[in-house]
């Protein structure tokens, strides 16, 4: 079958195809059917089959005789160390730390936060909520205390497992302080937190709430899987808004496994018992999709890297790890290759290595620049697969199905959409356009399975967030087109979000953060162009009135707030004082007309403006600064 004909068949019978696609899937008991509309369009899918998430990703493996495949390879350049976790191990350690989570009084529907770095037990720690039916919600490790407490009082998680430690190039990041932090500012408090110990930073462990990770499994009951039913929730991951609260995007159980496992030969091109290999952190839906869930459900082994593109110890390390564990695809953010790139342009590390295991790269995250997919493609001798999904689809909306038919790459575009993404361009009044013009990307309901059902506990926020702009259609928050060929193409986001180094910041937390500085009236955080990291944050501060402290003091203040509230992740550097920020008559600050100036780039004067000569001092304070330069 052509990718077309699988396309309109997943629209045309979606029932038959996702029932179909279903099969590969292990159930206790299988649904009746695959959509449930729940009316005012919200669907679940698979609601009534009772499946475990833990045992499609290891147990059916170990019952197949796959016990002694490898399941995971940590592979760590910051440690120094290669371990491998076959599936019959993973078996009995997911097992024993589910055990040890029941035993602390944590079952089926319980939150519990998870705030690892890239360890095994990051995985084992997500399954093990999967084993016994417990909610897990990852934080990423560098997020600050004040972010952490805000998931925990959205989630109220009655246990937080957590590492003692995360290292980045050239310092130890002690997350134990910052978890005890974030307890004390967070209303909710748990019960308990399980520590895992690591030998770079031992963590004191506060009695009567904090259990060290191995001394707490010592004579426990191995927990059996207990099956969920198919729209319960697997896990809640947060993601950047508009408003600087993040919403908690809720993943059900069956729908997910569905799609993830449908995805991995038909997207990704592997069979089970290749290695499949996803440079990212479990802290994203990249980490929980395509490190932990995916390879394992289809059989794969799953790589886990603790380390960066470059530094740790070079730019040739992705090719070591691709030529060492015989990766068969691979998948990062250009971010990634672009540092890689920039570090070694001729592309001399990649010639040390045998990569003819490789057949692709994927790339996703962020917007993939036509140099980067041809520096990667020259250099690797494979194709380069950019493909575009989101925290709350889970999986791919648009991409090159290269194990269903490679479809030749447009350079620009990830491609087609996949089964049912009933991808469509809409204008402001909803109306679909013409093949070739720009409108806001939409998704028309209902969404395919693995996809976001609602937002935890804010269904209102959820409708609101993506169904209430164009009736009928999840609002994805970019603006793109599609060309006669059936080609996405993605240009801009629609709202405030901005994509720094493949992670989604909102500007509008930022803000908030820059506002509570005691010298700062009024801020505006944008986004523009960083040759690296995709874009940067920057924050533009008009001082009140009366403050005369020298202005590099307060913007040095400024960006040591955000690092402190947010954390190191944000990448806020740049803060700037200004007089006054540009606006529209009603007040709207013209935050992307800032951007294009500062980029250097024309623009058009914005007729709603209130005062033109606003522009030009901006401009002139960019300068100072280095921006504005064109
Ligand atoms: C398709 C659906 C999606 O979009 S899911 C999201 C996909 N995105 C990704 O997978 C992210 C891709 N990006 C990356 O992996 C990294 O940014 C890469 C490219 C490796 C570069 O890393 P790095 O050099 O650390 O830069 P950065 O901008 O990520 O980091 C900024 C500061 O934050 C720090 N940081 C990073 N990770 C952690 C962590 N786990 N724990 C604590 N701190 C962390 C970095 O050290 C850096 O700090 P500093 O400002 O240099 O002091």
Known sequence: MTYRDVYQSSLADPEKFWMSAAEAIDWTTPPSRALFDRGDNLYEWFADGLLNGCYNAVD?????GRGAQAAIIHDSPMTGTKTTVTYADLQQRVAALAGTLVAQGVGKGDRVIIYMPMVPEALEAMLACARIGAIHSV????????????????CAPKAILAASCGLEPGRVVKYKPLLDGAIELADHKPDVCLILQRDEERAELIPGRDLDWHAAQEGVTPADCVPVEGNHPAYILYTSGTTGAPKGVVRP???????????????????????????????WVVGHSYICYAPLVHGNTTVVFEGKPVGTPDAGTFWRVIAEHNVRSFFTAPTAIRAVKREDPKGLERRKFDLSGLRALYLAGERADPDTIEWAQDILGTPVYDHWWQTETGWTIAGNPAGLEALPVKIGSPTVAMPGYDVQIL????????PGELGAIAVKLPLPPGTLPTLWNATERFRKSYLNAFPGYYETGDAGMIDADGYLYIMARTDDVINVAGHRLSTGAMEEVLASHPDVAECAVVGVSDQLKGQSPLGLVCLTTGVNRPHSEITAECVKLVREKIGPVAAFKNALVVDRLPKTRSGKILRATVVKIADGVDFKMPATIDDPVILDEIKTALQTIGYAQG
């Open 427 to 434: 204008d402001e009044a909803g109306h679909p356009m013409p």
């Open 253 to 283: 159980t069956a729908g997910h496994l569905v799609a993830l496992n449908w995805t991995m030969k038909n997207i990704y091109n592997v069979d089970p018992g290749d290695v499949f290999w996803a440079a990212s952190d479990v802290g």
């Open 139 to 154: 934080v990423f490790g560098g997020f600050a205390a004040n972010e952490l407490a805000v998931r925990i009082d959205d």
């Open 60 to 64: 059916r493996h170990v019952e197949a």
